[in-house]
């Protein structure tokens, strides 16, 4: 009798336990319910119920702000962790921000922020590249920062090219969703000592900079193989950035791929391959392989930006510099971003925006900017002494003007990843033409 | 029996084995040997042994923001307790199926078996929603109630496979001399299927302790797991490769361990035959 109760009671507990998780399975994507998750490991803001509720009413005073980042390396995640406590205890407005860090992970960065969001995570704030932009519009996950920007005094110290671009990747002309941040501005490496020995100068136009790729392809040994290959060229992942340079330097474009202009840029791009000025594994290169082969000493230059430039001061010294790409008929280079965004299921909006202002104008920007070696969008952290001195950045300041993106679509991230590197790769060997190659580039990224 | 010449010994025994040796433990020895190696060394010329040995590496991980104490931690938590979960719904639920007769049991079995064709995608969004209701999120058992989804059919699986081939006899006989059920299956079916829950055990171990899509989903920075801190280590700029490879050297260890001890009963469970005659 006793043992049939506790069968029953058993069955009973196991079939209530199963209810209650299915129930709190479908209690579905409630953004706005602030308690489980990073919460529980966060002390409780001290924010009254009503400030709480009423959206209109600023909820700055003791906000929690979570925030979720990458870091590229331990040094740049300690740098962070220093920002976030400077912040925490200098802000008047007693917002504690509490700083979650997440692997870049190839770029599934921004796909588990995704799914985080979608499923109700408290995150308020995240760090931000510009192409992750249209899948968040499009599912109303970002807040629009333009009733924040109308009345922010920290506008005007950033550049209009940059608040353009960051307006251009949310689609829409009337809202900004992403903050601007740190940039990465691509330019020319280059070797002194080799354009000496080849005997040519800092290449100031585009037919200048082909003409220094071939000088400084150099056999010195004359086995009929180049010791030094005039320019490492990326036909692997991220290769788009440093080809796009080419085809606007012959006045091409990313909206017309298809003109004679743009082809003749990807004539250059595959002519530098082709008559061996790159190493014979370009087609493949990617970020290490470039760098590896520009420190190994292989290659004369090579395009980058300032996030390798600490490195190639370390193997150089002085024998290293650096110039923008220089103009043609037209004129592009990759401005990469690392921005900030604020969700529009946060319900901090405002000390969000206090942080976030704080990274892209305040004492955050100078910090950040000074330790990793990323560009300020601050006209005035730019101007000040550590940046005016460093040859590098102003590579970067100065290609500031001429710099952009690949156009930001629902197709951007298939280009970039499978597109793009496939496409060039057959281009580089010769098994599609110029026009052949870029009519596949267009249709991909226009489809 | 002609003895064979130690000629042919070396050429067909000891120069295979030597290069299928090489080939296995080539990778370990290279990661070790990268782990070691001082930071100048890492890029460039390309040499078989470092020139000097450091163990900043090693250092790094435990005293930077990687705190790989913590990640070891959380991932044995996560693991152990996976296996625990696991192996003891798995059992119980391959004995059931493999000794009862009820209405459903090839529905359940098949069911099991689908649970795994689901993409872990598919889950993510769900899985994290149902976490933060019930206020698991950051915690190790959002990790052990998502790992044991997919650990425990397998496992099941595995079991069931096992216990089917113990022939009834062995209980059959336990429960004439007077055992009843639970005692016949823990004084003679268990002993008998302990071979197979070490297999099963290691099994669940090691995918509870490599396992990245959850982790990354379902933890904060005080429950990250060994595969989340070591993923950090990858960024956009290049690769840690001296912190990734010691990471990746002390993963292995408590694998290899492992291993170590769960071989002995492995081949002891082959070779032990349930009954003779």
């Known amino acids: ?447 | 029996m002609k003895k064979q010449s130690i000629l042919s010994r070396i050429f067909l025994l000891y120069l295979p084995l030597i290069a299928i040796l090489l080939f296995i433990l080539f990778p370990f020895y290279w990661t070790f040997i990268t782990s070691v190696r001082p930071a100048e060394d890492l890029l460039g010329r390309v040499t078989y042994w470092p020139s000097s040995v450091s163990f900043e590496a090693y250092r790094q991980l435990f005293t930077t923001t990687v705190d790989f104490f913590a990640a070891i931690r959380n991932s044995f938590i996560v693991a152990a307790l996976t296996t625990a979960v696991s192996l003891t719904v798995s059992t119980l639920a391959g004995y059931a199926f493999s000794r009862y007769e009820f209405i459903g049991k090839r529905a359940l079995m098949t069911m099991f078996l689908c649970n795994n064709m689901f993409p872990t995608v598919l889950l993510m969004i769900p899985l994290f929603t149902i976490m933060r209701t019930l206020g698991f999120l950051h915690t190790p058992w959002s990790l052990v109630l998502s790992y044991t989804t997919f650990t425990i059919p397998f496992s099941v699986w595995l079991i069931l496979g096992f216990l089917k081939d113990l022939p009834m006899s062995l209980e059959e006989a336990a429960l004439v001399d007077g055992c009843n059920r639970r005692k016949a299956f823990l004084k003679i079916i268990m002993p008998v299927l302990g071979p197979c829950l070490v297999a099963t055990g290691v099994y669940i171990f090691m995918t509870s302790w490599n396992e990245y899509t959850f982790a990354m989903m379902f933890t904060n920075n005080a429950t990250r797991t060994i595969p989340v801190a070591l993923r950090n280590l990858i960024g956009q700029l290049g690769v840690r490769w001296d912190l990734l490879t010691a990471g990746g050297i002390l993963t292995v260890i408590p694998v290899c361990i492992m291993f170590f001890f769960a071989q002995k009963r492995l081949v002891t469970g082959l070779t032990a035959g349930a009954v003779k005659g």
């Not at chain 1, 921000?97 to 190839?106: F, I, K, L, N, S």
């Not at chain 1, 340079?245 to 017309?256: A, Q």
């Open chain 1, 1 to 447: 009798m006793k043992k049939k109760w506790l069968k029953r009671l058993v069955v009973v507990a196991t079939t209530a336990i199963m209810g209650l998780s299915l129930l709190a399975g479908c209690g579905g994507n409630d953004t706005e319910t602030p308690d489980g998750g990073a919460a529980e490991n966060v002390e409780t803001p001290d924010i009254s119920e009503d400030t709480a509720e009423t959206p209109d009413t600023p909820a700055v005073d003791g906000a929690t702000v979570q925030f979720r980042y990458w870091a590229d390396t331990p040094e740049f995640s300690q740098l962070m962790q220093d920002i976030i406590t400077y912040f925490n205890e200098t802000n008047t407005s007693g917002i504690t921000v509490v700083g979650e860090e997440a692997p870049w992970d190839g770029g599934g960065f921004a796909e588990n922020l995704f799914n985080s969001v979608m499923g109700g995570a408290d995150i308020d704030v995240a760090t931000w590249r510009l192409s992750s932009t249209p899948l968040f519009v499009n599912n109303d996950l970002l807040a629009d920062l333009t009733p924040f920007l109308d009345t922010w005094d920290g506008v005007s110290d950033i550049d209009g090219n940059i608040w353009a671009n960051m307006r251009e990747a949310g689609g829409r002309e009337d809202a900004t969703f992403v903050m601007p941040w740190n940039l990465q501005i691509l330019y020319v490496y280059y070797r002194p000592s080799i354009f000496e020995e080849a005997g040519i100068e800092v290449p100031t136009t585009y037919e200048e900079f082909l003409a220094a790729i071939e000088a400084t392809t150099i056999d010195r040994d004359g086995d009929g193989t180049p010791d030094v290959y005039g320019f490492g060229l990326r036909g692997g992942p991220g290769g788009q950035e440093p080809w796009g340079s080419f085809v606007h330097g012959r006045g091409g474009s990313f909206e017309d791929m298809t003109s004679a202009e743009s082809i003749a840029g990807m004539q250059d791009f595959i002519d530098v391959f082709q008559n061996g000025f790159a190493p014979p594994t370009a087609p493949s290169d990617g970020f290490s392989e470039i760098i590896d082969n520009f420190h190994s000493g292989l290659t004369a230059m090579t395009i980058h930006h300032t996030g390798s430039s600490g490195g190639m001061e370390e193997v150089f010294g002085d024998d290293v510099s650096a110039f923008p790409f220089p103009a043609g008929a037209g004129r592009w280079t990759s401005m990469a971003d690392t921005s900030t965004v604020i969700f529009e299921s946060s319900e901090n909006k405002e000390a969000a925006f206090e942080w976030v202002s704080f990274l892209a104008t305040g004492e955050g920007q100078r910090m950040w900017t000074e330790g990793t070696g990323n560009i300020p969008v601050s006209g005035t952290v730019q101007a000040g002494e550590f940046f005016q001195n460093n040859r590098f950045v102003q590579a970067s300041i100065e290609s500031q003007g001429f710099g952009g993106v690949i156009p930001i679509l629902d197709t951007t991230p298939e280009w970039i990843s499978t597109i793009f590197p496939n496409t060039i790769g057959q281009a580089l060997l010769g098994q599609v033409t110029a026009e052949e190659a870029m009519e596949t580039l267009q249709d991909a990224l226009y489809r």
